[in-house]
């Protein structure tokens, strides 16, 4: 699906106000108002939104902590932020939380971040296969970064989801740094979509400095997850210009890397992009920034009016009880829900041992009776005492 006019101004929108509120929070750091760190995405703004953007409102997404912009697209208000990282009463957690860890289940259908990176690809690949099981027409999505794809669960996560094709679209942000660590030190490959080679899915690449390019991707991939062909890796390749966190002034990138990502900037790309291709006017682009910045102005004042939370609400939340009721929204009866059929088992139709999976042959193909000699087991069966002697015979023999 092609991009309407008013979509391209939206994306230049959402972009551009992932941006500048990400200053402001960086400047409410710097006045000492954040409880806790801020973790920029500064160059990595086309990754969030074009992504976010790409999908229907009734998909799930599971952020880490610099997909700011992808809460945004979702229905999160910029105080919600703020607030969140000023640790205000009004917050989504209630001041409970100085970061990015929060969601909502019902509404916006949105994943509370997991710190442990790469836990979220197992939770999204069950979210999505939870889905599926209620006949719901939903894809869950979330993101990764280089240095988290090093870690054991995200290849346990992306192996399930394979196996079991779950509508699963996984963004792999490949920021050539780890913190401090190259990709070169963390990977033997070249190129990062080979790595879906080994579940047997496609592994895509994609500019993540063209949010055009990246919403395109994503469209496709969400596309062949909801027809039931299981999960995409989409590869965004991009660099984020600012260091793990406030604290990290990234000494360790070289400067010429740094000043040859700044030139490819998302944002200014997508303004010439803009308007080489008259998709708006210099009075548009001025109308947009203008209204972000009343925006943004309005959502600091309102942030900034909610109290911290009385110190009694401390203890309160930390376990649920009532607190929500998420309750399984049928979209068929539950009495047409089978087992899925694991094609993969077909060729132990018919076939020895037992312990083969139940399973029919496949359409056309008649099972073959087993013959003594493709007889396998274990422990004291006599088939395979039998297969040893004779093994030691033909020795014998030579």
Not at 25 to 45: A, C, D, H, M, P
Not at 85 to 112: E, M, Q
Not at 225 to 231: C, E, L, Q, T, V
């Amino acid at each position: 699906m092609e991009l309407t006019r008013q979509q391209h101004l939206e994306l230049y929108y959402w972009m551009q106000l992932n941006r500048k509120l990400e200053d402001l929070l960086t400047n409410l750091f710097r006045q000492n108002k954040i409880v806790g760190g801020f973790y920029s995405s500064l160059g990595q703004e086309a990754i969030s939104i074009g992504t976010a953007y790409a999908l229907e409102k009734r998909d799930w997404i599971a952020p880490m902590i610099r997909n700011l912009g992808a809460v945004l697209v979702k229905g999160f208000q910029p105080r919600d932020l703020i607030m969140q990282y000023t640790a205000k009463a009004g917050s989504p957690t209630g001041g409970k939380d100085g970061t990015a860890h929060f969601g909502d289940l019902k509404g916006r259908r949105v994943i509370s971040p997991i710190s442990m990176l790469g836990d979220l690809i197992p939770v999204m690949a069950g979210i999505g296969m939870a889905a599926r099981y209620l006949g719901r027409d939903e894809v869950a999505l979330t993101w990764i970064g280089d240095g988290g794809s090093s870690t054991g669960v995200f290849h346990e996560g992306l192996n399930f989801a394979a196996v079991q094709k779950a509508p699963l679209v996984l963004v792999l942000e490949n920021n050539l740094w780890a913190y401090s660590t190259p990709t070169y030190l963390q990977s033997a490959v070249e190129d990062w979509a080979d790595k879906a080679k080994a579940y047997g899915i496609p592994g895509v690449n994609v500019d993540g400095n063209d949010v055009v390019a990246v919403y395109r991707a994503t469209r496709e991939a969400a596309a062949r997850a909801r027809r039931g062909d299981g999960p995409t890796l989409l590869v965004a390749n991009s660099f984020r210009r600012k260091g793990h966190a406030q604290h990290d002034p990234a000494k360790y990138v070289p400067e010429w890397m740094l000043k040859e990502w700044e030139a490819k900037d998302p944002i200014l790309r997508y303004e010439k992009h803009l308007t080489e291709n008259k998709l708006w006017t210099e009075k548009e682009k001025k109308e947009l920034d203008d209204r972000i910045g009343r925006e943004l102005e309005a959502e600091l004042a309102a942030a900034e009016a909610s109290p911290l939370p009385e110190p009694e609400v401390a203890a309160r939340g930390v376990y649920c009880d009532g607190c929500h009721d998420i309750r399984p929204d049928w979209k068929r009866s539950p009495k047409e829900v089978k087992p899925g059929q694991n094609y993969s088992a077909e060729w132990f139709a018919g076939r020895q041992p037992a312990l083969a999976p139940n399973c029919k042959p496949a359409p056309g193909r008649a099972a073959k009776p087993a013959k003594q000699k493709e007889l396998v087991a274990v422990g004291d069966n006599p088939g395979h005492r039998k297969q040893r002697k004779q093994t030691k015979h033909r020795k014998q023999k030579k």
